[in-house]
């Protein structure tokens, strides 16, 4: 066991002391420099993460070590989540919720990377994608539920240093990269813990300005994820490549002066229109989500300008007011 954290804590250092645990300081703002740390100490052949508001049931270790010693050429492992608020007590009913499950009609699945590489490629559709709406709803998402061997993570543990955030799409993406054989179950062996401080959850915390230099933050730390993940599977046009297009062209909505007039790597621009096609093509987008993107890079110079993400941003607020007074009773 080895614990990474930004802080010393004698309660908290007592308990890793008694029970013979590793602790590693780190600073970093990078959550993969954060992993990394971690991972150069760690001795198994198997990695797995738990984060600290979430928890393992009693079991998942050993299902964990059951699934890697039972498949020699299981590389990724993930189970299902159960949802808990933040006194522990399981929350069914938390909005934006996520919960990952298995597409096909098994609880437990093992499937070769190859074999959904082959069947993605004969139906035109990116690999990512053909996993995530086929194959596993939400098969990357929350990194305590993840499992992965060792040199899969360290393979690519130079763009790993570059990770801001989003270990967990990270993983999955880098076990596609490496290929072999991938292990589903709906097994709810994680108990995943929804609470204000959750990431999805900051941006919409505060007043009006706070919110949008936190979405701003957001989107930025999330546009460089996608970009990272994205150059990692190292395909023409991937899930995490289109989502990069999406996560940048939120920046022309977001009425901040300080961000200036936006730079291109922050907006969209009219060469975007081709991008937005080729991720329609390859099953990413939704023909609507292909032409609102289709809108915004067409409209990326005007809205470069504060003034005008300023002027759009009122627009923007004055509908949503008046949208939430036709649904009051």
Same mark, same amino acid.
């Given at each position: 066991?080895?614990?990474?954290?930004?802080?010393?804590?004698?309660?908290?250092?007592?308990?890793?002391?008694?029970?013979?645990?590793?602790?590693?300081? &780190?600073?970093?703002?990078?959550?993969?420099?954060?992993?990394?740390?971690?991972?150069?100490?760690?001795?198994?052949?198997?990695?797995?993460?738990?984060?600290?508001?979430?928890?393992?049931? =009693? /079991?998942?270790?050993?299902?964990?070590?059951?699934?890697?010693?039972?498949?020699?050429? %299981?590389?990724?492992?993930?189970? /299902?989540? $159960?949802?808990?608020?933040?006194?522990?007590?399981?929350? @069914?009913?938390?909005?934006?919720?996520?919960?990952?499950?298995?597409?096909?009609?098994?609880?437990?699945?093992?499937?070769?990377?190859?074999? %959904?590489?082959?069947?993605?490629?004969?139906?035109?559709? +990116?690999?990512?994608?053909?996993?995530?709406?086929?194959?596993?709803?939400?098969?990357?998402? =929350?990194?305590?539920?993840?499992?992965?061997?060792?040199?899969?993570?360290?393979?690519?543990?130079?763009?790993?240093?570059? %990770? @801001?955030?989003?270990?967990?799409?990270?993983?999955?993406?880098?076990?596609?990269?490496?290929?072999?054989?991938?292990?589903? $179950?709906?097994?709810?062996?994680?108990?995943?813990?929804?609470? /204000?401080?959750?990431?999805?959850?900051?941006?919409?915390?505060?007043?009006?300005?706070?919110?949008?230099?936190?979405?701003? *933050?957001?989107?930025?730390?999330?546009?460089?994820? =996608?970009?990272?993940?994205? &150059?990692?599977? #190292?395909? +023409?046009?991937?899930?995490?490549?289109?989502?990069?297009?999406?996560?940048?062209?939120?920046?022309?909505?977001?009425?901040? @002066?300080?961000?200036?007039?936006?730079?291109? #790597? %922050?907006?969209?621009? @009219?060469?975007?229109?081709?991008?937005?096609?080729?991720?329609?093509?390859?099953?990413?987008? /939704?023909?609507? =989500?292909?032409?609102?993107?289709?809108?915004?890079?067409?409209?990326?110079?005007?809205?470069?300008?504060?003034?005008? *993400?300023?002027?759009?941003?009122?627009?923007?607020?004055?509908? *949503?007011?008046?949208?939430?007074?036709?649904?009051?009773?």
């Amino acid at each position: 066991m080895i614990v990474v954290k930004n802080f010393d804590d004698p309660e908290s250092d007592s308990i890793i002391s008694r029970n013979g645990w590793r602790s590693v300081y &780190s600073n970093e703002s990078y959550q993969g420099r954060f992993y990394l740390a971690g991972l150069e100490e760690a001795k198994g052949y198997v990695i797995t993460f738990l984060d600290d508001d979430d928890m393992y049931v =009693n /079991s998942r270790l050993a299902e964990v070590h059951k699934a890697f010693t039972t498949y020699k050429g %299981l590389i990724y492992f993930h189970n /299902s989540q $159960t949802v808990i608020d933040k006194e522990g007590r399981e929350a @069914p009913g938390v909005k934006q919720q996520r919960v990952s499950k298995n597409i096909i009609k098994a609880e437990d699945a093992v499937i070769s990377v190859e074999a %959904l590489r082959e069947v993605s490629k004969r139906y035109k559709v +990116d690999l990512v994608g053909f996993v995530l709406r086929f194959v596993r709803a939400h098969a990357d998402f =929350n990194g305590s539920s993840m499992a992965v061997r060792r040199e899969v993570i360290e393979a690519v543990s130079g763009l790993l240093r570059e %990770l @801001p955030i989003g270990i967990d799409i990270f993983t999955f993406s880098s076990a596609l990269k490496a290929g072999g054989l991938l292990y589903f $179950t709906d097994r709810r062996l994680t108990l995943y813990r929804a609470h /204000s401080e959750n990431w999805s959850f900051t941006s919409a915390i505060g007043g009006r300005h706070e919110v949008y230099v936190r979405q701003a *933050r957001a989107r930025l730390q999330l546009t460089l994820a =996608n970009r990272i993940v994205g &150059s990692l599977l #190292g395909d +023409d046009v991937n899930y995490y490549l289109c989502h990069e297009v999406v996560s940048r062209g939120g920046f022309q909505y977001l009425p901040l @002066p300080e961000l200036g007039t936006l730079p291109q #790597g %922050l907006r969209l621009s @009219p060469s975007h229109v081709g991008e937005a096609l080729r991720c329609y093509r390859a099953g990413t987008y /939704s023909l609507a =989500n292909a032409i609102f993107v289709m809108g915004q890079s067409l409209l990326g110079p005007l809205l470069a300008p504060p003034k005008a *993400r300023q002027l759009l941003g009122e627009a923007l607020v004055r509908l *949503r007011r008046l949208a939430r007074s036709w649904v009051s009773p």
